[in-house]
Nanobody, 129 residues
Framework: QVQLVESGGGLVQPGGSLRLSCATSGLTLSYHEVAWFRQAPGKERQGVSCINNADGSSRFEDSVRGRLTVSTDYAKNTVYLDISNLELEDAGVYFC??????????????????????WGQGTQVTVSS
């Protein structure tokens, strides 16, 4: 059974930094793409970053480019999202999601759309002074 568990959210001041974790189980992470989504109150879930663990490539949504880093620790089966210079607009519930990548798609750009099979429960990020 595949499980994704996010952690690391909390209250952060504008300009601060945060590391979110997505601990996975029940899947072979190196054959999956993982994406991070943010959902602000009253808004749709938006993809902010993804990583193709088959080839290590990653993507970022334009508004967060340069402030986010996504990485994978295969020994811990965990994907991290590091956010720096936090802005008020970064607040929301952050979800991670995963999909298996067949060999044919090992070098495809990872996706930031919500059509993922496996989802975590989310972790809240609040940005306030």
């Amino acid at each position: 059974q595949v499980q994704l568990v996010e952690s690391g959210g909390g209250l952060v001041q504008p300009g601060g930094s945060l590391r979110l974790s997505c601990a996975t189980s029940g899947l072979t992470l190196s054959y999956h793409e993982v994406a991070w989504f943010r959902q602000a109150p009253g808004k749709e879930r938006q993809g902010v970053s993804c990583i193709n663990n088959a080839d290590g490539s990653s993507r970022f949504e334009d508004s967060v480019r340069g402030r986010l880093t996504v990485s994978t620790d295969y020994a811990k089966n965990t994907v991290y999202l590091d956010i720096s210079n936090l802005e008020l607009e970064d607040a929301g519930v952050y979800f991670c999601a995963a999909d298996w990548l067949p060999t044919l798609l090992h070098h495809r750009d990872c996706k930031l759309t919500t059509d993922f099979t496996h989802w975590g429960q989310g972790t809240q990020v609040t940005v306030s002074s």
